[in-house]
């Protein structure tokens, strides 16, 4: 905005000139502005100062200048203007320079208008002075309190939201209800204190309401704590006396608890409804009110039949006098739990019933009805008839059962024995005879006890039962109960010992059973989990005090999934039944050997040294070598063992952990090994935890990096492009490579935008070099593809999209499959590998040689390049007598077929020179160089042009 200024004639007087253009300044502005000197005198105002009409204007003319402002205000003070005294104290509180700014708000003398001043002091040490009608903005607020006050009495809660969202106004009952007080609400958004759940849903409702229509419904909010609330709103609008919208009124009611009852109401309604159990209320009367689906079931009457009927219907005719007494219980208020009584249903017959009955009260403590459930015990009923029937004929079997009785004369110390209670135990059938044999009979570890018992009897009881075994003559163990009561004579002296004793071997042998199923694998036999941990806490216990250690060794079957899903799970059984057996063969006696879960097997060794653990992970190794017989078939299997040897501060916790870790790391490492437990996997293990955690979130913290490994031309020694290798600058744990992390990435579906985000970068990255770096026109960028990426759908559009992006001609890219990825899914990765080809890009199968290596497969995919496995590339030179036909056959196929042929991990220059002689075309590897972060592949590239010149020319 641009203000007009009139040119200052040359004979004018500048001083009237400045004046000027300080009333067309004030002119301006939209309220009414005076300024005043040091001493409150007026020195200049503007038109609307003029036009506004002065609350104490009849003491003072402030439309002229040169006239105190500051007096005039004093003098209405003193005869009593409100609003001058209060304008008068803050021109002194300003004047005197306790305060710098100061805003007023005074109601005019005679009340009929609010006005806002505002005292500033200017930099000349005047004041400026400003007023502004607020009457309209007053009037409003008055008119929400007025209305805020009525409904405050029911206690809703009311809120004044003005057209740009802020609160105006909080009432008690909105503190109450959501936890903010009137300081902490008021000059906020609404959205900030989540009044609504849906910030869109609140601004639609908001702009309706402002439009003049009315909004009302139930919505959530939020407590201050966080909690949910339920509440019912009628939002209005609020005009000002023009018609126009000024601001909305919420008046809201907390229903949460009322919701909170209907739910309970409805959970319990549903809960009666479906009960198996007959519910039903009835007045006092008799009548019946209610009748769930249970009464039907049982009683076989409808709701509809028997809402309105009486209750006697339910009862047959002899039962009125025992259900006249149960209702004289209920008009007392007493209730009825589990009566035993005859029902009859709708048919007539008549059925058991534990009935329950409960008085019910209206809402001033009346009893007006009951509620009575009904449960069907007549089958439960019946059983027990059966039960007892089935007791007695047990009791009479037992009476009639020889158990073993013996009897003991304490005067001539002869006993006297049932054929039975020989029997019992081992000895030769005598009805009389001393008590030696007896003590014979018992087991050798049980007879000091026995005697103990024997001579406690003696000396003090009257009777005893207690449990012991014997020893039979074929060599067995039988367990026995025996009872024993003593006469004594008035002295106190034994008289008479009477004694029974019974066979209780089945029963000791069936406990014996169970502590098995506690304690042992029902399959293999072997101990389970429970044993397993009593077991490596007993040995850590018994190696302390002889201060040698614990080894654990943790076995998995590797590819065992594969035998179980292609010949099903009894094949799977077998197999671990099998591998039980042989691996009791390869432990010692004193070994506990346990099934842990699945294919998974613990050996817990006491006295173990780290040498004698990875001789028996030798033994167990080679156990396993010999075919297993599965369904007539023969089937070779694998075993992974992890060992970890116990340390001082070790728990069978900590060494189950370290032997799985060890045992995970065998798997990764190529399975069928045996690894002892260091510290580095408890370093892998936490690195792990830290990826799993943390990777989601690495491209959005920018921590992933890609780095550049130059690709070479074998017989120029020239980079023809770079393969992209993503790694991960963790801020605590430096430079992660893709071992780390890519596995886990794969594993949760992270791989796929990580993946797109590589791809976009070292694209655009490859694009910048071809414009920036002379000698790069026609390099070519490599990228990895995952397995789950080529799963993607949305694959062929990304990478079109990141070639359109990023401006690249598509034969400068490269994407590089695995052959196990290629062929997990042939038929789909066909598919897309073809799509993906039709961009124009190239293919390039990666870590040939190590998977599914046939011409079959190149003769089908779109493939346009093989990459020789760095395991292929270390045996050249003579390490490896297999490495040098394999890696040749590969070239001469590769070329046969007009592939591009790239060897991975050249690292000496005997390895060149073999890959040269074989005609290999391109090569990468620490030779040259390793993947380098972008930023130093031009410099990189620079010095190898140096060095290339230099050794032919130099």
């Not at 998974?600 to 040294?609: K, N, R, Y």
Request: aromatic share 6%.
């Amino acid at each position: 905005m641009t203000t007009h200024r009139t040119p200052v004639p040359a004979d004018a007087n500048p001083a009237d000139h400045v004046r000027a253009e300080l009333r067309e300044t004030l002119d301006a502005l939209p309220v009414a502005v005076a300024l005043l000197s040091v001493n409150g005198v007026i020195c200049a105002v503007n038109r609307e100062w003029e036009r506004f009409i002065q609350p104490f204007a009849e003491v003072l003319d402030p439309q002229e200048t040169g006239v105190s402002f500051l007096a005039g205000c004093e003098r209405a003070a003193e005869r009593g203007d409100a609003a001058a005294l209060k304008v008068s104290d803050g021109l002194h509180l300003v004047l005197d320079g306790e305060q710098q700014n100061l805003t007023l708000e005074y109601p005019s003398e005679a009340g009929e208008r609010w006005i806002r001043t505002r005292i500033c002091r200017s930099d000349s040490g005047g004041l400026v002075i400003t007023h502004v009608d607020i009457t309209p903005q007053r009037l409003t607020q008055e008119r929400v309190s007025f209305q805020a006050s009525l409904l405050d009495a029911v206690g809703q809660s009311i809120i004044s939201i003005d057209l740009q969202g802020r609160i105006t106004y909080w009432n008690d009952a909105s503190e109450r209800m959501l936890g903010w007080s009137a300081g902490d609400a008021i000059g906020r958004h609404f959205a900030d204190l989540a009044l609504f759940d849906s910030g869109s849903r609140a601004s639609t409702i908001i702009a309706q309401v402002s439009g003049g229509e009315p909004w009302a419904g139930e919505h959530w909010t939020k407590h201050r704590t966080g909690r949910r609330l339920s509440v019912y709103s009628t939002i209005t609008p609020l005009y000002d006396k023009d018609g126009r919208v000024v601001a909305v009124i919420d008046v809201s009611t907390d229903t949460t608890e009322t919701r909170r009852a209907q739910a309970e109401m409805r959970r319990l309604s549903s809960l009666v409804e479906f009960s198996n159990d007959a519910i039903n209320g009835a007045t006092l009367d008799g009548t019946i009110t209610s009748w769930n689906s249970g009464a039907e079931r049982i009683y076989g009457y409808s709701a509809k039949e028997a809402i309105g009927q009486s209750v006697l219907m339910l009862s047959p005719e002899e039962r009125s006098g025992a259900d006249e007494e149960l209702r004289d219980h209920l008009r007392r208020g007493e209730p009825v739990i589990g009566q035993l009584v005859k029902g009859m249903r709708k048919d007539g017959s008549l059925l058991d019933i534990s009935l329950t009955l409960s008085p019910m009260y209206d809402e001033v403590g009346r009893l007006v009805g009951s509620s009575a459930v009904a449960r069907d015990v007549s089958e439960i009923n019946r059983l027990r008839a059966i039960s007892e029937m089935e007791r007695d004929r047990l009791a009479a079997a037992q009476e009639m059962a020889h158990v073993g009785s013996v009897e003991w004369d304490a005067l001539d110390d002869r006993v006297w024995r049932s054929d039975e209670y020989c029997r019992i135990h081992g000895l030769s059938v005598t009805a009389e005879g001393l008590r030696g044999p007896l003590l014979s009979a018992v087991h050798p570890d049980d007879r000091e006890r026995v005697v103990e018992i024997w001579n406690e009897l003696m000396a003090h009881g009257t009777s005893v039962d207690f449990t012991y075994r014997v020893e039979v003559p074929d060599g067995g163990i039988r367990w026995v109960y025996a009872r024993a009561t003593l006469e004594r004579n008035g002295d106190g002296d034994p008289l008479k010992m009477l004694g029974t004793a019974l066979d209780i071997t089945e029963r000791k042998l069936g406990e014996e059973a169970l502590e098995r199923l506690a304690y042992r694998d029902p399959l293999t036999g072997l101990a389970n989990r429970a044993l397993l941990a009593e077991s490596i806490e007993q040995a850590i216990a018994e190696c302390g005090e002889r201060g040698t250690r614990v080894g654990v060794l943790f076995l998995d079957v590797d590819r065992f999934k594969v035998i179980n899903d292609g010949l099903g799970h009894a094949a799977g059984d077998s197999l671990l039944v099998q591998l039980a057996s042989r691996l009791l063969e390869t432990v010692r006696p004193e070994d506990t050997l346990a099934r842990f879960a699945g294919d998974e097997f613990v050996i817990v060794c006491a006295d173990m040294s780290e040498d004698t653990a990875q001789k028996l992970a030798g033994r167990i190794r080679a156990g396993v070598q010999a075919p297993f017989v599965l369904l007539e078939r023969e089937v070779f299997v694998d075993v992974s063992i992890g060992i970890a040897i116990s340390s001082d501060v070790d728990t069978p916790e900590s060494l189950l952990h370290n032997s799985d870790a060890a045992m995970y790391r065998a798997k990764v490492s190529g399975r069928n090994k045996a690894i002892v437990f260091d510290g580095a996997m408890h370093r892998r293990a936490e690195l792990r935890l830290v990826v799993e955690s943390e990777l989601p979130r690495a491209i959005e913290r920018d921590q992933l990096r890609v780095h550049y490994q130059p690709v070479m031309d074998v017989a120029t020694g020239e980079p023809i492009g770079f393969e992209a290798l993503l790694r991960w600058l963790h801020p605590e744990h430096g430079l992660i490579g893709p071992d780390s992390f890519i596995p886990v990435a794969e594993e949760t579906g992270q791989i796929v935008p990580i993946g797109l985000w590589v791809l976009n970068q070292a694209i655009e990255q490859m694009q910048q070099w071809k414009a920036d770096v002379a000698g790069a026109e026609n390099w070519r960028i490599s990228v990895n593809l995952s397995a789950r990426q080529l799963q993607d759908p949305g694959l062929h559009a990304a990478v079109a999209d990141a070639i359109t992006t990023a401006g690249i001609e598509p034969v400068a890219l490269v994407l590089e499959i695995t052959e196990s990825v290629l062929m997990d899914d042939a038929d789909q990765s066909l598919k897309t590998l073809t799509r993906l080809r039709s961009l124009g890009i190239g293919i390039a199968v990666d870590d040939f040689g190590t998977g599914y290596s046939s011409l079959s497969y190149l003769k089908r995919f779109p493939v346009t390049s093989l990459k020789i496995d760095r395991s292929f590339t270390e045996g050249l030179g003579g390490s490896d007598v297999h490495a040098g036909p394999i890696v040749e056959a590969i070239a001469a196929m590769g070329r046969a077929l007009g592939l591009r042929v790239v060897a991975e991990g050249v690292e000496t220059s005997e390895q060149l020179s073999e890959l040269s002689r074989m005609q290999v075309q391109f090569a990468q590897g620490y030779l040259w160089s390793p993947a380098l972060p972008a930023d130093r592949v031009p410099d990189w590239f620079a010095k190898h042009r140096a060095r290339v010149f230099s050794s032919e020319f130099g």
